[in-house]
């Protein structure tokens, strides 16, 4: 029998280490570049929803993500500066793990199946040639329509909760809160500034917090923040990008992303990389060649994705309209025929 051709994945990731577990089952000879290090925070709001929970299954990895402390998130309210909505249940609940933990979890595991992990060193070649995985990530957009996007996110201790997820809306942006284990919230945001106000800092705190007197501000009047998990990342681009376009083979953020109101962008990541497992082993036994299975993961995951991106953008439109965000925020929630749309249509 011949030798399986070797798969190379820039970028440890949830997608690169993901897709590393997929074909190391198929005990294909895979090495991972990771620029950083395990374990280490991620701008997130560590909601994990959506399709890619069974991919986790499939791949044996959802009760290890429980065992190290993965918790299910079954509720959700909807909050604009002045008014809140009714708790929903979610139709299936969530997952809400650390990403300290998550990230940390998939590198052993990928170690462990026999994975070569290169922690800590950045690849910096420019062409990603045959039997190369481009799983790097956001593709950088400093500024769109004017509009520069950034993220950010803390842990933090005594934040009393309606919900499991509280998402709350404003004018510069959303912020969701979130349950994790042992009584620690996860405060992750997505906001927006125009470019003629980027000079001036931002002060970290006083942007997740909000206003004062509204509602957000309320709920984390007595937080204790954790100072160390604090992080950031700009640059974000949130317009769908189709896979087809692209001649190198990708999955996760670097394919596309998805406005992180939806919680859905680990769960690309992970159906990405379980797409693109079954074509690159097809590749390394040699019955596709290169361009085959580079073409057929990207139509896959075009099939699979670009509805749920319309509808994601959609919505994200919605939220940042914040003339509506008084009116809609009761409302929606209570329309249980568009809620339980919404929530199919964007995973
Ligand atoms: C504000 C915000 C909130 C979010 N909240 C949620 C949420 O609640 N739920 C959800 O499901 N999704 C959420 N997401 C999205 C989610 O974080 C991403 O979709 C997910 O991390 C994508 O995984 P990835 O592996 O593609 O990219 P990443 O996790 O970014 O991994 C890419 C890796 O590649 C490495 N890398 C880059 N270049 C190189 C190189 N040249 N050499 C070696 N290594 C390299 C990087 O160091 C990095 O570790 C959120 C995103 C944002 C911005």
Known sequence: MSAKRPITIIGGGLAGLTLGIGLRQRSIPVTVWEAGHYPRHRVCGEFISGRGQETLARLGLRERLVAAGAIPARTTAFFSPRASSPVRELPEPALSISRHALDALLAEEFRR?????????????EEYSEGMVRATGRRLQPVVDGWRWFGLKVHARNVPLAADLEMHLSASGYVGIS???NGEVNICGLFRRFTSAADAPLPWLETLRGAPGSLRYER?????FDENSFCSVAGLSLAPQRASVSKECCVG????????????GMSMAFESAELAAAPLAAYSSGEMTWTEAQQLIARQCDERFMRRLAWARMLQRLMFMSRLQNTLVPLVPRWQWLWRLLLARTR
Do not use: F, K, S
């Open 220 to 224: 984390l009047a007595n937080a204790v």
């Open 253 to 264: 953020d670097t394919l596309t992303m998805i406005p992180p109101v939806t919680g859905n």
């Open 113 to 125: 199946l026999g994975g070569d992990l290169r922690e800590a060193e950045r690849w910096r070649g």
């Open 179 to 181: 349950r994790l284990q």
